[in-house]
């Protein structure tokens, strides 16, 4: 199973909200990732989380709040956010971090804030 | 400072029109040269890994090759099923060892 599930599909909020995206993976990879992208951009990394350990911020406003309760799950918990913020947020497992392992992307949760 | 470029930014191709895609990349040693496909507003999908100059891999109408600068993706009498936009992605030996993604080529394969 190289499957990476994440939910919700769809999000939208108001910049008061506070809401939270969730992953999961089921592969037994011991790194995750958040990355943030924008149309017709690259993805772009936000978070790396190690061994359940936070290993990379990538300077990202504290707006949006990582946590990894265990190696299976990734959440991305987010509060005050702002219309800029608006994009497809995706997650990423690979079986390590300092090796060249291949990342298996989940759907997307598309956020819209308004 | 790793860079990451490919070229063209989009391509139109009849089905059955063979071409190729280009990757360019600057880094101080490579570690792996990925490629994805993603279609539209959904996460990407790993394609292939390349490791060392001169290593080809290939997938059904898909073959990736790889230079000490360069990468190739080349396909081979393309279906619209094949439309999609594809990125590449450079993992650098050293530093954080998290890759460094090019803008993509967007591939549209029409009937």
């Known amino acids: 199973d190289t499957e990476v599930t994440q939910t919700p599909k769809h999000l939208v909020m108001g910049m008061t909200n506070k809401k939270s995206l969730k992953c999961e993976q089921h592969m037994g990879h011991r790194a995750m990732y958040w990355y943030k992208q924008k149309a017709k951009k690259p993805p772009e990394l936000m978070f790396v989380?190690?061994?359940?350990?936070?290993?990379i911020n990538e300077s990202v406003p504290s707006r949006f709040s990582p946590e990894c309760p265990n190696s299976s799950l990734l959440n991305l918990h987010l509060h005050a956010l702002q219309p800029e913020d608006s994009a497809l947020y995706l997650c990423?497992?690979?079986?390590?971090?300092?090796?060249?392992?291949?990342?298996?992307f989940g759907p997307g949760t598309r956020l819209t804030v308004t | 400072e790793d860079q990451v470029t490919q070229s063209p930014e989009a391509l139109r191709l009849q089905e059955g029109e063979s071409s190729s895609l280009n990757c360019s990349y600057t880094?101080?040693?490579?570690?792996?040269l990925f490629w994805y496909r993603q279609d539209p507003g959904k996460g990407p999908e790993f394609l292939f890994t390349?490791?060392?100059a001169g290593e080809e891999k290939e997938k059904e109408r898909l073959k990736a090759t790889l230079t000490k600068k360069e990468s190739f993706l080349h396909i081979t009498a393309p279906k619209p099923e094949d439309s999609a936009t594809y990125l590449c992605?450079?993992?650098?030996?050293?530093?954080?060892?998290?890759?460094?993604f090019g803008r993509g080529t967007s591939l549209i394969v029409h009937p």
């Open positions: 990423a497992s690979s079986p390590g971090q300092g090796a060249s392992y291949e990342q298996y």
């Open positions: 880094v101080s040693g490579l570690r792996g």
């Open positions: 992605a450079v993992q650098a030996s050293g530093g954080s060892y998290i890759p460094t």
């Open positions: 989380y190690s061994y359940e350990k936070l290993s």
């Open positions: 390349l490791y060392s």
